[in-house]
């Protein structure tokens, strides 16, 4: 035989490693949304006033919750 290295065994992938999924409902997904400045803060002090983030008062809203 010829001289050969013998096969590196460390690193790479294994089977079972790394983190784990989670529920794909619950990843978050990142939405944009244009407009003027005053229409921007009026939607930001009604977020306030009904003590929600800005993004889950928008969501609730569009959802009609």
Do not use: V, W, Y
Not at 3 to 32: C, F, I, L, V
Not at 38 to 54: N, P, V
């Amino acid at each position: 035989m010829e001289n050969q290295e013998p096969k590196n065994t460390h690193g790479g992938a294994r089977a079972g490693a790394g983190r784990k999924r989670q529920d794909t409902e619950a990843r978050s997904k990142t939405m944009a949304i244009s407009g003027t400045e005053t229409e921007i803060e009026t939607i930001r002090q009604l977020a306030k006033a009904s003590g929600k983030t800005t993004s889950r008062f928008l969501i609730e809203l569009a959802l009609n919750k």
